[in-house]
């Protein structure tokens, strides 16, 4: 039996979030074509979808995709589109105020994501009860009825999937 034969280049690439590290390869032409028909479509669930779909194809390590952040998955494909076709994006700016458009180029090698300091992730919401929070998953936003829903409504989604666990006392739910 002959040792299989590594079709695609692999990169590695560190998952934000979970400071876990992942090995992908490029996107192929199956996987711009996705792109492609979801961009036609004009809905943005299915572009995320199709973003998820890419990420998903070209990791090549176990992960659970719809359970990352949205912020994840936007970095990865990123590091996805960098390795793929190339590192230098060109893009363009309408200011508002001068009427002018600026473009300029983005290294995306430079991307990196920064999380605020001092945030804390538990919060007392009563006597000795507590929530911990975690970042709402990707699957959130590719359901289309959720870019329907009013502001309230699209408020205590965001937080209903933002909640991890609830305390109370020794007691955990």
């Known amino acids: 039996m002959a040792l299989p034969k590594i079709q695609h280049p692999l990169f590695d690439c560190e998952i934000p979030s979970l400071k876990k590290k992942v090995?992908?390869?490029?996107m192929l032409v199956k996987e711009e074509k996705i792109l492609l028909m979801a961009k036609q479509s004009n809905e943005k669930s299915d572009q995320i979808n199709s973003i998820k779909q890419v990420c998903n194809n070209c990791i090549q390590d176990k992960v659970d995709i719809d359970q990352l952040p949205l912020f994840d998955i936007e970095y990865l494909f990123t590091k996805?589109?960098?390795a793929s076709i190339s590192n230098k994006v060109k893009v363009s700016y309408k200011d508002n105020e001068d009427e002018k458009v600026y473009s300029f180029d983005i290294d995306l090698d430079k991307v990196e994501v920064k999380f605020p300091e001092g945030v804390e992730s538990k919060l007392e919401v009563g006597d000795s009860i507590y929530l911990t929070l975690k970042y709402p998953p990707v699957s959130l936003y590719t359901n289309s009825e959720f870019f329907n829903l009013d502001?309230?409504?699209?408020?205590?989604?965001?937080?209903q999937a933002s909640m991890d666990k609830i305390y109370e006392g020794d007691k955990l739910y």
Do not use: L, S, Y
Request: charged letters at 40%.
């Open 151 to 159: 502001d309230t409504k699209i408020f205590e989604t965001v937080v």
């Open 23 to 26: 090995k992908f390869r490029p």
């Open 80 to 82: 996805i589109r960098a």
